[in-house]
């Protein structure tokens, strides 16, 4: 399946009963994260960051030494569908890591996009941006 199509299968960020259930019906497999990795085209290390996995758990994932678990299932799909709003509002997938990568109002330490190794981080990064949009400001 190409990313795209895959990414269409990705239900709103907001939308929890869709993200419920295809979570429960349909199991996210090596396909999404490679989606995940080469949309963003990111590296290893901020990968298993954003997914809160070691790197030999990446590399047995790539490898299909092991199936990827529920909670990294549920992390790639929140991900992608956080990606996907912000490629929608933003334009493309530059201008959404440019966001991402800006420093965070509420923790100067932090770029917006460390906050995605959460499930509430990515929540959290979701209403910034939304009330960003929303105020004009991005």
């Not at 990313?3 to 993200?19: F, V």
């Not at 490898?63 to 991900?79: A, F, G, K, W």
């Not at 929608?88 to 100067?108: C, R, V």
Request: proline share 1%; with cysteine.
């Amino acid at each position: 399946m190409k990313d795209e199509q895959l990414l269409n299968t990705i239900p709103e960020i907001t939308n929890y009963t869709e993200i419920y259930l295809l979570l429960n019906k349909k199991e996210i497999t090596y396909e999404y994260l490679c989606c995940l990795k080469r949309i963003t085209k990111i590296n290893n290390n901020k990968l298993t960051d954003w997914l809160n996995i070691s790197t030999r758990t990446l590399r047995q994932f790539v490898n299909n030494e092991r199936e990827i678990d529920n909670h990294t299932q549920e992390r790639i799909v929140l991900i992608l569908s956080l990606i996907k709003y912000g490629t929608e509002k933003l334009g493309s997938m530059e201008s959404f890591k440019k966001w991402l990568a800006k420093m965070s109002s509420t923790d100067t330490s932090k770029n917006r996009g460390d906050y995605l190794c959460y499930y509430s981080g990515i929540y959290f990064v979701h209403k910034i941006l939304e009330k960003e949009i929303h105020r004009g400001k991005n």
